[in-house]
């Protein structure tokens, strides 16, 4: 079986591997961080088009408001240096989530990124930030809702692929793997529309030591699966 097409990451133990190591949180992040430059570079030279991170979900507000700061200093700095790196390499980058709670400098980052990577035809890499899955299907359903009053589509034609084109990954493919690292064996209200036929992939490794090798045990469990997508054989997805 060929390659996943798009893997997504639920990128889990940041703290547990600061908190094993006698450090602080903030460095588990930085650390986390670097894994996902990583991962993103694995990804590129094993073939992967599209690799989606879970980097803060809409959940993480409720943080400590000093974690949340660090984080968000985090999130600048490597938007600040990555992008340039990105666009060198020909990746594209898009972030999905709710960016009104965002701070305006990251926001502005945010859009600078997208803008100068747009038109790159290598990997896609998609973070999710200020992402949560039900948040992402209300946010379809209500736009679907002011298509329907407005006149633009009428309810008897919204069906899954109407849906799709309404998400926050309309113009990405569903992945076709998921791997959450540290353990936990849960979606966590990442990507769960689009997750609906995904191999799921679950390692102990904590993130920060996630590297080539936890990605290409990933890949190798993902080519030894049989997807029937519901029928007997072969990769045709049944319409929604």
Avoid: C
Wanted: charged content about 30%.
């Amino acid at each position: 079986m060929s390659l996943p097409r798009h893997v997504a990451i639920i990128m889990d133990g940041n703290g547990r591997w600061a908190t094993a190591r006698g450090l602080s949180r903030t460095e588990g992040h930085r650390r986390g961080a670097e894994a996902a430059r990583k991962a993103v570079e694995a990804a590129r030279d094993l073939g992967i088009e599209y690799l989606t991170l879970f980097s803060f979900s809409s959940e993480n507000w409720n943080r400590p408001a000093d974690e949340i700061s660090d984080l968000m200093s985090l999130l600048r700095f490597h938007l600040q240096k990555e992008t340039a790196e990105l666009h060198k390499t020909g990746a594209r980058l898009k972030v999905i989530g709710d960016r009104t709670r965002l701070p305006t400098d990251i926001v502005k980052l945010i859009d600078n990124a997208e803008n100068v990577t747009k038109d790159n035809t290598g990997i896609t890499v998609v973070i999710a930030l200020s992402y949560g899955g039900r948040q992402d299907i209300v946010h379809a359903a209500r736009s679907l809702a002011q298509k329907s009053v407005s006149g633009e589509i009428k309810p008897a034609d919204i069906d899954g692929m109407v849906f799709t084109q309404n998400l926050m990954t309309a113009d990405i493919p569903d992945p076709d793997l998921m791997i959450r690292t540290s353990g936990e064996k849960r979606i966590s209200n990442f990507l769960m529309w689009q997750l609906a036929y995904a191999e799921l992939f679950f390692t102990d490794t904590l993130w920060p030591d996630f590297d080539r090798k936890d990605m290409e045990a990933a890949l190798d469990f993902y080519t030894r699966r049989d997807r029937r997508y519901g029928g007997i054989s072969g990769p045709t997805v049944a319409e929604v």
